[in-house]
């Protein structure tokens, strides 16, 4: 049985992948900007070292619009969405399985997360962290 990560991922990125990284291999990350707790994540992505290169992009931007005209822009505001280099879209837990898969330090607990058996925690703690990522925001001293 294939996890949910290498199944829906490019096989030729990563460690023990034949040949080099795809050119375009880039996950569009659409983090809230208004959110402190949103924030602190996406400088702390960015600081990863990475199998694959993310970009980052505030979610409901003029620019996240423009790049992504098919997606529902209020959606990305509420939950984490990563784009994927093929056109890829992941919410939620499965944003969040994404970009973990894509650092190096980080790809064997995305497996993980990715199974059959832990998704569910896993979405179950990414939708109460979503829904008060705010509070938490505040509560860590670091509301803007």
């Known amino acids: 049985m ?14 023990g992948a034949p040949g080099p990284q795809p050119v375009d291999a880039v996950l569009t990350v659409l983090y809230d900007d208004r959110c402190a707790l949103c924030c602190r994540a ?3 992505l960015a600081e990863q070292p990475k199998y694959v ?15 992504f005209p098919d997606l529902d822009h209020n959606s990305t505001l509420e939950e984490l969405t990563v784009v ?3 056109g890829e879209v992941y919410r939620g837990a499965k944003a969040w ?4 898969w894509a650092l190096r330090k980080y790809r064997s607990a995305a497996l993980r997360m ?11 703690l990414v939708a109460w962290v979503s ?11 670091w509301a803007k």
């Open 53 to 67: 290169s993310m970009a980052f992009i505030p979610a409901g931007s003029h620019e996240a619009r423009r790049r």
């Open 97 to 100: 399985v994404m970009c973990l």
């Open 2 to 15: 294939k996890l949910w990560a290498e199944k829906y991922h490019h096989p030729s990125c990563g460690p």
């Open 42 to 44: 996406r400088g702390w």
């Open 84 to 86: 994927g280099w093929g």
């Open 131 to 141: 829904r008060n990522r705010i509070w938490i925001g505040k509560a860590a001293g």
């Open 114 to 124: 990715s199974e059959p058996e832990t998704l569910p925690v896993a979405r179950r």
